[in-house]
């Protein structure tokens, strides 16, 4: 031992702090937000869901509607997180510009728990113990299941955004806007429709691939997705030429390029998250590399934006896209509005989407069981499990697997620089487009 | 290593046994779910400071991969309550039987080489931290990438029944550790782990077998670190590679030692204190980013302005002399 006991802890204390800064949020990427508003049309206000009034310029009185909430507002999972505390702040104002719910103003409550399903946990128990009146779930499967402890000992509602892939939530009190693993009956084949989704968006091709390579981050979401896509599309026919998973936090993707490169497949699937997209792109790019199609199952939006030319094409996993006919409506399209000035203000990627959408939609499932049968969470957990409750992203109903209901995983295609659905049909603004 | 009972330690143990009956004295009057689930929190982090304090604050040598312990600790209950229908008390002990394995062999194989001694170990406690965490990613009957369902396995069954219950195996566990850690501060097993710190050449010219003293207090303080993971398990309800491995969880361990004071045994234990409510009042401060930053320049300046952290600044106030002998 060389070092002195003082200047070994003086080390361990800079490390310790410089970790600390560094686990604060990530940097946020708004990408060339205002190309990508440009067509967004001015709107006027109307009530967030269907059954309220809105009564703009009304002052909300009396004693406020309080929903309290964790999120991961620092670490790994704040990118994704800030977008649902973009949406949170946005509902509350929206509902008091409003006149407030029966006149009441709508108050959020939100603690940081630092990307820890423990601290989640104690967030909500503290939430709990503060009074709240009502509670929003967290982002990520870990902590949703953490915090699903106390709040379902309290016997409270539990509505969530979008969800990983546990396969044993939480019971009769959750209300998932968004939950992977939907639209099945049997919870051993729990991605099957997602798989069946996007089997029937490439199939809808004139010119559906027939040879798919596979690269899977070693993430619940992404692996469960991978495997039920491959053993679908293997059992359709397709030739899977190749299947790889490599670990989360990879970034230098060029053997798994090369590989992908030597079978020239007609797609690559990418059970990508974050920006993984972006570094493999990359190592495309170094191996002189141009992929015939692509799909990515989980990328953040802002780095597929951020690649441009690039991506044109590029066949995405999501639930919501700001066109006709889901975002044809007049409460889409205030959304789209407030949320891109907000998001554009605080650096997140401005447009509506998955994630914006599915916490909007999880407000949405709060709210109409609020103006329905007021403040009263046994009776908002009865009229839920009762009752459809539309939203942006479509009807949804709380029945079948885990409270589960009707899968909405869509598929997205990036065509001339904008994001739009192509499957199903119901949804899509326009058919797929994969070259020959 | 001949153990006899030390008249001194009486009075450290009577405050431990106090401490832990006060606690669980305390457990039907806590109002909350809160106050239960914060305190249960406190305990745990108390236990991972202790343990940690146990090897790195007596020898000197700094491991960055003391969650690994803990996290692997978590996983192998997790793996217990999922294969098994064993009760509680085996997934704890399997826990801390495993955690300690790998720390024993990891020390055999760590110490037995005079390169890894110093900053170097400190690299290689944080590498084994991603080797393990490649390894419980990759292994099936561990996780292999899609986490693990505890709350299923454990509903029904005493430990799963309620927080107060994981409060009670807390507390045990931080009297464990406490109790490790104050009987190490006064036997002469301490007393060599702390000539390591003071100058290993030395301390193995004078007889000291430093290489066994530092494979043990490296096992024992990994075991108790894992033994922490089984309740942790229980009160997640689902672990995956990327909470359980969380480096946020050394660091804060790290923290908590260093800002309690490593100069005396009960020190961790008032940095677990000060860094678990500082995070908890920091909470509610609206700004998530500035509550984190706080709390690292109360690191650094604690460790500015005082040198043997908390516990040495109490020292001072109560026995100015002795403080004055010892930072002579």
């Given at each position: 031992m060389t070092t002195t006991p003082t200047r070994r802890v003086r080390l361990v204390a800079a490390a310790t702090f410089i970790a600390l800064v560094a686990a604060c949020g990530g940097v946020q990427d708004a990408s060339d937000s205002q190309d990508l508003t440009s067509d967004l049309a001015d709107a006027e206000i109307v009530?967030?869901?269907?059954?309220m009034e809105c009564d703009p310029g009304t002052e909300p009185t009396g004693e406020p509607i309080v929903v309290g909430g964790s999120l991961s507002l620092t670490g790994p999972l704040a990118p994704t997180a800030l977008v649902h505390d973009e949406i949170g702040k946005i509902v509350v104002e929206w509902v008091n510009e409003c006149g407030g719910i029966d006149g009441r103003p709508l108050e959020r409550k939100v603690l940081d728990d630092q990307s820890s399903p423990a601290q989640a946990a104690s967030n909500y128990e503290r939430l709990l113990a503060e009074g709240v009146d009502l509670v929003m779930g967290p982002y990520g499967g870990a902590s949703t299941l953490a915090g699903a402890g106390p709040v379902s000992r309290a016997g409270y509602a539990y509505p969530t955004a979008t969800n990983g892939a546990p396969g044993q939530l939480i019971g009769e009190n959750h209300f998932p806007a968004h939950q992977f693993g939907a639209g099945v009956t049997d919870p051993t084949k729990m991605f099957d429709a997602y798989a069946q989704t996007l089997l029937g968006a490439l199939n809808s091709s004139d010119t559906p691939p027939e040879t798919i390579f596979f690269a899977n981050a070693k993430f619940p979401t992404t692996l469960s997705y991978g495997a039920a896509a491959e053993a679908a599309l293997e059992e359709d026919g397709k030739n899977i030429v190749g299947s790889v998973e490599y670990d989360l936090g990879t970034t230098d993707f060029s053997s798994i390029a090369t590989r992908i490169a030597s079978e020239d497949p007609d797609l690559v699937y990418l059970g990508a998250i974050g920006a993984d997209v972006t570094n493999i792109y990359l190592a495309f790019d170094a191996i002189g590399y141009e992929p015939r199609a692509v799909y990515a199952a989980a990328p953040s939006p802002a780095s597929i934006a951020n690649l441009g030319d690039q991506v044109e094409g590029i066949l995405l996993t999501s639930i919501y896209e700001n066109h006709a006919p889901l975002g044809d409506t007049d409460i889409a399209r205030y959304l789209a509005v407030t949320f891109s000035e907000a998001a554009e203000a605080d650096g997140l990627f401005p447009l509506v989407e998955t994630q914006a959408a599915g916490g909007f939609a999880a407000w949405q499932i709060l709210l109409t069981a609020v103006n329905e049968v007021g403040v009263d969470n046994a009776a908002i957990i009865e009229w839920l499990n009762a009752n459809e409750v539309s939203t942006v992203v479509g009807d949804i109903s709380f029945d079948g697997f885990n409270n589960y209901g009707e899968d909405f995983n869509r598929v997205t295609q990036v065509q001339d620089g904008k994001r739009v659905l192509v499957?199903?049909?119901?949804?899509?603004?326009a058919p797929i487009d994969l070259a020959p | 290593m001949k153990l006899s009972f030390d008249p001194s330690l009486r009075r450290p143990l009577v405050m431990i046994a106090a401490g832990v009956a006060a606690a669980l004295a305390l457990l039907p009057v806590l109002g909350s779910g809160f106050a239960v689930t914060f305190g249960f929190q406190f305990l745990i982090w108390i236990v991972l400071a202790l343990s940690w304090s146990l090897f790195s604050g007596n020898?000197?040598?700094?491991?960055?991969?003391h969650g690994v312990f803990f996290g692997i600790g978590t996983y192998v209950a997790a793996a217990v309550f999922r294969s098994t229908e064993a009760p509680f008390v085996v997934a704890l002990l399997a826990a801390g039987l495993v955690a300690g394995l790998l720390a024993l062999v990891l020390g055999v194989a760590v110490f037995?080489?005079?390169?890894?001694?110093?900053?170097l170990f400190g690299l290689v406690t944080l590498a084994m931290a991603f080797i393990v965490m490649t390894i419980v990613s990759n292994t099936s009957f561990l996780d292999g990438g899609t986490g693990v369902f505890v709350r299923e396995h454990t509903d029904g069954t005493w430990i799963g029944a309620s927080t107060r219950h994981l409060f009670v195996v807390g507390a045990l566990l931080a009297g464990l550790a406490a109790i490790t850690a104050a009987v190490t501060s006064v036997t002469r097993w301490g007393a060599a782990l702390r000539s390591i710190r003071d100058d290993e050449s030395v301390a193995e010219s004078l007889g000291v077998p430093t290489y066994r003293y530092k494979v043990v207090a490296f096992a024992v303080s990994g075991a108790i670190a894992g033994l922490a993971g089984a309740p942790q398990a229980v009160f997640l309800g689902y672990v995956e590679v990327g909470a359980v491995f969380a480096l946020h969880i050394p660091l804060f361990v790290i923290m908590m030692a260093i800002l309690g004071g490593m100069?005396?045994?009960w020190g961790p234990v008032v940095g677990a204190a000060v860094v678990v409510a500082l995070r908890e009042a920091l909470l509610?401060?609206?700004s998530a980013e500035v509550a984190q930053i706080i709390v690292g320049v109360s690191l650094v300046v604690v460790i500015a302005v005082m040198p043997h952290g908390l516990s040495g600044v109490a020292v001072k106030v109560r026995k100015p002399q002795l403080a004055k002998e010892e930072a002579r």
């Amino acid at each position: 031992m060389t070092t002195t006991p003082t200047r070994r802890v003086r080390l361990v204390a800079a490390a310790t702090f410089i970790a600390l800064v560094a686990a604060c949020g990530g940097v946020q990427d708004a990408s060339d937000s205002q190309d990508l508003t440009s067509d967004l049309a001015d709107a006027e206000i109307v009530a967030p869901v269907e059954g309220m009034e809105c009564d703009p310029g009304t002052e909300p009185t009396g004693e406020p509607i309080v929903v309290g909430g964790s999120l991961s507002l620092t670490g790994p999972l704040a990118p994704t997180a800030l977008v649902h505390d973009e949406i949170g702040k946005i509902v509350v104002e929206w509902v008091n510009e409003c006149g407030g719910i029966d006149g009441r103003p709508l108050e959020r409550k939100v603690l940081d728990d630092q990307s820890s399903p423990a601290q989640a946990a104690s967030n909500y128990e503290r939430l709990l113990a503060e009074g709240v009146d009502l509670v929003m779930g967290p982002y990520g499967g870990a902590s949703t299941l953490a915090g699903a402890g106390p709040v379902s000992r309290a016997g409270y509602a539990y509505p969530t955004a979008t969800n990983g892939a546990p396969g044993q939530l939480i019971g009769e009190n959750h209300f998932p806007a968004h939950q992977f693993g939907a639209g099945v009956t049997d919870p051993t084949k729990m991605f099957d429709a997602y798989a069946q989704t996007l089997l029937g968006a490439l199939n809808s091709s004139d010119t559906p691939p027939e040879t798919i390579f596979f690269a899977n981050a070693k993430f619940p979401t992404t692996l469960s997705y991978g495997a039920a896509a491959e053993a679908a599309l293997e059992e359709d026919g397709k030739n899977i030429v190749g299947s790889v998973e490599y670990d989360l936090g990879t970034t230098d993707f060029s053997s798994i390029a090369t590989r992908i490169a030597s079978e020239d497949p007609d797609l690559v699937y990418l059970g990508a998250i974050g920006a993984d997209v972006t570094n493999i792109y990359l190592a495309f790019d170094a191996i002189g590399y141009e992929p015939r199609a692509v799909y990515a199952a989980a990328p953040s939006p802002a780095s597929i934006a951020n690649l441009g030319d690039q991506v044109e094409g590029i066949l995405l996993t999501s639930i919501y896209e700001n066109h006709a006919p889901l975002g044809d409506t007049d409460i889409a399209r205030y959304l789209a509005v407030t949320f891109s000035e907000a998001a554009e203000a605080d650096g997140l990627f401005p447009l509506v989407e998955t994630q914006a959408a599915g916490g909007f939609a999880a407000w949405q499932i709060l709210l109409t069981a609020v103006n329905e049968v007021g403040v009263d969470n046994a009776a908002i957990i009865e009229w839920l499990n009762a009752n459809e409750v539309s939203t942006v992203v479509g009807d949804i109903s709380f029945d079948g697997f885990n409270n589960y209901g009707e899968d909405f995983n869509r598929v997205t295609q990036v065509q001339d620089g904008k994001r739009v659905l192509v499957w199903p049909e119901d949804v899509a603004g326009a058919p797929i487009d994969l070259a020959p | 290593m001949k153990l006899s009972f030390d008249p001194s330690l009486r009075r450290p143990l009577v405050m431990i046994a106090a401490g832990v009956a006060a606690a669980l004295a305390l457990l039907p009057v806590l109002g909350s779910g809160f106050a239960v689930t914060f305190g249960f929190q406190f305990l745990i982090w108390i236990v991972l400071a202790l343990s940690w304090s146990l090897f790195s604050g007596n020898t000197g040598y700094a491991s960055f991969g003391h969650g690994v312990f803990f996290g692997i600790g978590t996983y192998v209950a997790a793996a217990v309550f999922r294969s098994t229908e064993a009760p509680f008390v085996v997934a704890l002990l399997a826990a801390g039987l495993v955690a300690g394995l790998l720390a024993l062999v990891l020390g055999v194989a760590v110490f037995s080489s005079p390169r890894f001694a110093g900053d170097l170990f400190g690299l290689v406690t944080l590498a084994m931290a991603f080797i393990v965490m490649t390894i419980v990613s990759n292994t099936s009957f561990l996780d292999g990438g899609t986490g693990v369902f505890v709350r299923e396995h454990t509903d029904g069954t005493w430990i799963g029944a309620s927080t107060r219950h994981l409060f009670v195996v807390g507390a045990l566990l931080a009297g464990l550790a406490a109790i490790t850690a104050a009987v190490t501060s006064v036997t002469r097993w301490g007393a060599a782990l702390r000539s390591i710190r003071d100058d290993e050449s030395v301390a193995e010219s004078l007889g000291v077998p430093t290489y066994r003293y530092k494979v043990v207090a490296f096992a024992v303080s990994g075991a108790i670190a894992g033994l922490a993971g089984a309740p942790q398990a229980v009160f997640l309800g689902y672990v995956e590679v990327g909470a359980v491995f969380a480096l946020h969880i050394p660091l804060f361990v790290i923290m908590m030692a260093i800002l309690g004071g490593m100069s005396r045994w009960w020190g961790p234990v008032v940095g677990a204190a000060v860094v678990v409510a500082l995070r908890e009042a920091l909470l509610g401060l609206g700004s998530a980013e500035v509550a984190q930053i706080i709390v690292g320049v109360s690191l650094v300046v604690v460790i500015a302005v005082m040198p043997h952290g908390l516990s040495g600044v109490a020292v001072k106030v109560r026995k100015p002399q002795l403080a004055k002998e010892e930072a002579r």
